[in-house]
């Protein structure tokens, strides 16, 4: 991995700046800088924070340091530092006017266009030296060293992270229908996924989902996942896994609710599309269990029925109070060796287990030594 520390100045930046409306892709410095990739997010900066750039950068304030990666025919694209470089550019090409500190009126603010800066602004705004680190090196080692300035405090998501380094056309189309703005993925789909697409969250998880579909997993699985596809000529075949994916989701527990959103239907699709599942019988079991209060992790249930693990559903457990009244109704004794202990020593437990019918009740409920507590089967 090479690391370089650069200036460029404004006067620089601006030349060739052009934004595409029909790709959203942004150019500047001479069409040898791509601001903004196609897999980059779109401009998000508001008001107050793109008079706080241009004020930078008049008053010659340090605005931070951009980030850029140098690729092999010579040209840059950004990593992090987009939404400044935007604000500059769009401001030089007089898009909107900002407020800056009157020099006639102390304390008071005049809105000034790039046209109408007062004397040696316009000078000062032009040299303004932008700070640029430009790395250079294998995936690997770019993904490692995008993390750590993650880590420094750069607001950038992981998989933004993995976008910068891993792009190729197949990226590129995979972004079309999982991140753009109305992406298909969010049109038809979004209701069961979380997190915000735009900032590469659907694309994070249905390649995470795709890569266990393919047997890859681990923290680095979603990375490995990208490396052995980025040669593909489309994103086709994850797009008909993500659909595959939620037509068996409906067949398998019908119509759509909101405990759906979110749950990792990729892995379960994965793990189960084979099993011989009776689709009326899961969604009746689930109509029960919505309406069992002993369930609190109501998401939880159509992994439980596919899984049988009770555990994950984070069944309802004694309060305080209950677990004072069963340790004075116990004489402070264990219900099942017999012997004293502290309050802090003891668990409440159930003594028929929810599996069978068990309720979170004083009439249902015990206190057992740590040691009988390990001993009894919970479910």
């Not at 800088?33 to 508001?46: I, M, N, S």
């Amino acid at each position: 991995m090479h690391i370089s520390k650069m200036e460029v100045k404004v006067s620089e930046l601006i030349k060739g700046y052009h934004e595409d409306t029909e790709t959203s892709r942004v150019v500047a410095w001479g069409g040898k800088l791509d601001v903004r990739p196609e897999y980059q997010r779109e401009y998000v900066y508001d008001d107050k924070h793109r008079d706080a750039v241009i004020n930078s950068v008049l008053q010659w304030f340090p605005l931070g340091i951009m980030y850029f990666v140098l690729r092999p025919d010579g040209s840059y694209e950004v990593l992090d530092g987009q939404q400044r470089i935007i604000s500059i550019c769009r401001y030089a090409r007089n898009m909107f006017s900002v407020k800056i500190p009157s020099k006639t009126l102390p304390g008071k603010f005049d809105i000034v266009n790039r046209p109408n800066l007062y004397e040696g602004q316009a000078q000062k705004f032009e040299e303004y030296p932008l700070q640029v680190y430009v790395c250079e090196g294998d995936d690997e080692e770019k993904i490692d060293w995008f993390q750590v300035i993650n880590l420094a405090g750069v607001a950038l998501e992981d998989q933004e992270i993995r976008n910068a380094v891993l792009h190729s056309a197949w990226l590129t189309d995979a972004k079309s229908a999982f991140s753009r703005r109305n992406c298909p993925a969010h049109k038809h789909y979004g209701k069961y996924m979380s997190g915000d697409y735009i900032r590469q969250k659907y694309l994070e998880t249905v390649f995470r989902w795709a890569a266990d579909a393919e047997g890859i997993t681990g923290k680095k699985a979603v990375d490995q996942y990208m490396m052995a596809h980025r040669e593909d000529a489309s994103a086709d075949a994850l797009w008909k896994y993500y659909e595959d994916v939620f037509k068996w989701v409906t067949k398998t527990f019908g119509p759509y609710n909101s405990n759906m959103k979110g749950v990792e239907w990729g892995l379960l699709y994965n793990h189960h599309k084979d099993d011989h599942l009776d689709p009326d019988e899961l969604q009746q079991r689930v109509k029960e269990l919505m309406a069992d209060n002993e369930v609190q992790k109501k998401s939880n249930i159509y992994e439980y029925l596919l899984t049988g693990e009770a555990k994950i559903l984070n069944l309802r457990a004694f309060d305080e109070a209950d677990r004072v009244t069963m340790y004075h109704r116990q004489g402070g004794k264990c219900a099942m060796c017999g012997l004293p202990f502290e309050f802090k020593e003891m668990h409440g437990d159930h003594i028929i287990p929810w599996s069978k019918g068990g309720k979170t009740t004083l009439d249902n409920g015990q206190m057992l030594c740590a040691k009988c507590n390990l001993k009894k089967s919970n479910y």
